[in-house]
């Protein structure tokens, strides 16, 4: 057989040594499956190797990457040499192809994958933590690879969990985009620039594969996709040197939020977030100090919302009042305009780093937090919709709005023309 050539982009070399595992992610026309499948013939053809190709749901042979194969191997000129059908392709040298969904797989029925030598999973931000620990023990003859190609969706995914966040030490992992693709059709092209004008938040989780963005209306999407996609959202420690601030949102019932903070050099550190199974203030106060004695911090400022000052139902007491006397002095802050307040807490999600597990569920309310919709018109109006989200991000408003009532705050808080222009 005459020397097959194979033109691979610049940005895919280092997936040509071997590995044991192979990632690839990105946006679209980045080139991504193209290049896996011109792999997985050149191997066929060039060493006889069996190769599955693997998908979470495959309900028809349809939803696999077999038309692509077969459009490469029609394109590389090479078709005289496999055998090509409905359910598989198999080399004359003795190589084979075969596809499986592995949403069906168990124990049992994927060991017929045992003697592959490499599995390419394709769309692989919905493989399942399941299907992965099934996969990775069967695909085990020596020197055999697992590649992945996929668009990154959620940074908690299985896949970006194993390859992006911890990767092992036996993995190539690169990030790859149309920029990288010197053979991006203009039709795509066209396609990316429509896409940026349109909806620039939505072209960044498409095209530049960024993690996909909250819902459209959604009031911090841009800046949590932003953070996401910087890997501010990760495992995050205490500063022992610095206070730990809180920030709330009072609701009532069991409404009440609370952030934990802390805040250094003009960066927020969102180490905490709580909201409460028992109503009133006494269970907040019990639940903050077991934080603090678990963790061995000291407190700096408690930010209230406006309606901290307000007198409780029954007591007739202000409710600062009463949180003083369980041992917090909080800072009630004023009413405050609530289209400043998320201006406000946009240029604070700039310079924000998460502890990704402990503050999980807060992250998750500023994602949904969002105007609310007029259906009658089709359209979004500038009221937040008080959906279930709102307690958790207004908590963060509180902090936004109260930075400069901070502990030393003039230390290391920026002025606000200053956040303006980092922002």
């Known amino acids: 057989m005459s020397e097959l050539v194979i033109d691979a982009p610049r940005a895919f070399v280092s997936l040509l040594s071997p590995k044991r595992y192979k990632g690839a992610h990105g946006g679209r026309g980045s080139g991504k499956s193209h290049f896996f499948a011109e792999m997985a013939i050149w191997l066929c053809l060039s060493r006889g190797l069996r190769v599955v190709c693997i998908r979470e749901v495959q309900n028809s042979i349809k939803d696999s990457v077999r038309q692509l194969l077969v459009d490469k191997i029609q394109k590389m000129n090479v078709a005289y040499k496999f055998d090509i059908t409905r359910d598989e392709i198999r080399g004359v040298n003795g190589s084979l192809i075969v596809f499986r969904g592995m949403n069906d797989a168990n124990a049992e029925n994927i060991k017929s994958l045992e003697g592959f030598h490499v599995a390419w999973v394709e769309e692989a931000q ?21 590649w992945f190609s996929w668009n990154p969706r959620n940074r908690s995914d299985p896949v970006d969990e194993f390859l992006r966040d911890k990767p092992p030490i036996n993995a190539t992992v690169i990030k790859v985009t149309y920029a990288d ?10 396609e990316m620039l429509a896409d940026r004008a349109r909806d620039p938040e939505k072209a960044v989780h498409i095209w530049d594969g960024g993690y996909e963005v909250a819902p459209k209306g959604n009031y911090y999407g841009l800046e949590l ?6 890997g501010r959202m990760t495992d995050l420690l205490i500063d022992p040197v610095l206070p730990v601030h809180t920030a709330w949102d009072l609701g009532i019932s069991g409404n009440m939020t609370t952030w934990l903070f802390q805040v250094s050099m003009g960066q927020f550190r969102w180490i905490d977030y709580h909201e409460y199974a028992e109503p009133g203030l006494p269970h907040a106060a019990s639940i903050l100090r077991e934080k603090q004695n678990e963790r061995k911090f000291t407190w700096g400022t408690h930010l209230w919302p406006h309606d901290g000052s307000s007198k409780d139902i029954g007591s007739g ?20 305009n609530v289209g400043d307040g998320i201006e406000a807490v946009r240029r604070v999600l700039r310079m924000s780093y998460w502890d990704r597990e402990r503050c999980a569920k807060g992250i998750e309310h500023l994602k949904g937090y969002r105007r609310k919709f007029d259906k009658a018109h089709g359209t979004f109006s500038e009221e937040p919709d008080k959906n279930g989200h709102d307690h958790g991000a207004d908590s963060v408003r509180t902090a936004a709005m109260g930075q400069d009532k901070l502990t030393n705050a003039a230390s290391f808080v920026l002025p606000p023309q200053q956040m303006a222009w980092v922002a």
């Open 126 to 146: 919905t493989l399942s933590q399941r299907s992965l620990d099934l996969l990775r023990p069967t695909i085990r003859q020596e020197g055999s690879e697992i």
């Open 181 to 190: 693709n010197p053979w991006l059709p203009d039709t795509l092209e066209q």
């Open 225 to 230: 996709a932003e953070a996401e996609n910087a």
């Open 317 to 336: 007491e202000r409710r600062c009042d009463t949180m003083a006397k369980l041992g917090f002095d909080v800072t009630v802050l004023p009413r405050d």
